[in-house]
């Protein structure tokens, strides 16, 4: 059963963990050179893909005794959250533009560029992580599709003007939170039982 509660929770989470990640940058580099919906499309495909890899990946999890899995899951969400808030940004990555315009090479593009980027990325272990807390794959997997496609919505349309007004420090730093209250929820969880 679909509970749009997790949906909500799981979007919030997702979007704010993605924001300051290379994924809207991506975007953003990808939709100033070739049609957005192209693009897009590619995007799209790609993150459907990686969480539905992370949901299978939560969903194993779930298999663990609960005490052991809200113990993982909190120090998981822990480690993300200290990895939020230590990284450091790079720059932007290097695109390499095809020779045609075709929606295959702009789209192909796009899938091929996040499913070498997010492969194992914050955001696909977060997913995991939300999928055995939540035990609920749907739920999870829908929130983290849509967080993840509105990332790269808003990075393909106008990530520049989203950075202008946001800093990015502060998106990193309440993603970081966000995360560090679910690894101590967790935590606690386990200790108490």
């Keep these: 059963m679909l509970s749009?509660?997790?949906v909500a929770v799981v979007f919030g989470v997702v979007f704010l963990a993605e924001l300051p990640d290379k994924t809207a940058l991506a975007g953003l580099v990808l939709g100033t050179r070739y049609r957005a919906s192209y693009v897009f499309a590619g995007v799209a495909a790609a993150f459907v893909l990686h969480v539905a890899?992370?949901?299978?990946?939560?969903?194993?999890?779930?298999?663990?005794?609960?005490?052991?899995?809200?113990?993982?899951?909190?120090?998981?969400?822990l480690g993300g959250a200290a990895v939020l808030l230590?990284?450091?940004d790079h720059g932007?990555?290097?695109v390499r533009q095809p020779a045609d315009q075709s929606f295959w090479k702009v789209a192909g593009s796009g899938f091929t560029l996040i499913m070498v980027a997010e492969f194992g990325d914050l955001t696909q272990i977060m997913t995991a992580n939300l999928a055995a807390r939540y035990e609920d794959p749907l739920s999870v997997g829908l929130g983290a599709v849509l967080a993840l496609w509105a990332v790269a919505g808003l990075g393909i349309l106008g990530g520049r003007a989203l950075m202008r007004r946001v800093p990015l420090r502060l998106i990193t730093r309440v993603a970081a939170t966000l995360m560090t209250a679910l690894g101590v929820w967790s935590l606690f969880d386990a200790v108490t039982g």
């Design 86 to 88: 230590w990284k450091k």
């Design 4 to 6: 749009f509660t997790v």
């Design 53 to 77: 890899l992370a949901v299978a990946a939560g969903s194993v999890l779930t298999l663990l005794p609960h005490r052991l899995l809200a113990a993982v899951t909190g120090l998981l969400f």
């Design 92 to 94: 932007e990555e290097e």
